[in-house]
């Protein structure tokens, strides 16, 4: 026997952004997505305003990079080529390989030493570096940071270029720490920064 009556499910109601992602999920933007947009607005922004904030990265890195995906557990050897260029980077068992996020720690180093004219780098807290970044003041993202400072602190890294020239190979091989030594303290409490005083990063 047949009705005309709507069944259960077809007269129900579903919220319109899980009706979106099924129809259309390339139109579906995450939180992660809208922020970078923002940021890329901004850097534009600047650009057409002649405001640029400039940031500085070591040759190395600019020319062959560090991994972005977390490497395998274990694994302890980073190798990556351009052209004659070729970087190594030896991981320290306790912390692992630097990765992903991590990259951006030489970059904001090497931006400050530039700004600083000095290879001693001084920065007030560790709060500073999670805003020069844009990420959020909090435990988590603290954790994250020191991580990434520990991973590259202990790295071993190797770079070097191989060209032949006149029927003659040269090589020329650089193996370097990123950072001599390191000395990073966080404050919850902005105003704690007026108290502690001495003790730069």
């Not at 080529?81 to 068992?93: E, K, W, Y």
């Not at 990259?103 to 530039?114: K, N, Q, Y």
């Not at 970044?133 to 603290?142: I, N, P, S």
């Amino acid at each position: 026997m047949r009705t005309n009556q709507p069944s259960r499910e077809s007269s129900a109601f579903y919220r319109a952004d899980s009706v979106l992602r099924q129809a259309c999920p390339e139109l579906v933007v995450s939180k992660r997505k809208l922020r970078q947009a923002a940021t890329i607005e901004l850097v534009r922004h600047r650009r057409a305003n002649a405001q640029p904030s400039l940031g500085f990265a070591s040759r190395p890195f600019v020319l062959c990079g560090l991994p972005i995906k977390k490497p395998k557990l274990g694994e302890l050897l980073h190798e990556r080529r351009n052209g004659h260029f070729v970087l190594q980077v030896t991981g320290h068992p306790s912390y692992g390989l630097p990765w992903g996020q991590d990259r951006l720690v030489p970059i904001f180093l090497a931006t400050l030493a530039i700004r600083q004219h000095s290879q001693v780098i001084k920065f007030n807290s560790a709060a500073e570096v999670l805003d020069t970044f844009g990420m959020e003041q909090g435990g988590t993202q603290y954790r994250r940071l020191i991580g990434a400072f520990q991973r590259i602190f202990e790295a071993t890294i190797f770079f070097g270029t191989d060209t032949q020239c006149h029927k003659a190979t040269v090589i020329h091989q650089v193996r370097f720490n990123f950072m001599a030594e390191a000395r990073i303290w966080y404050a919850r409490d902005p105003e704690q920064q007026t108290t502690v005083g001495g003790h730069e990063n």
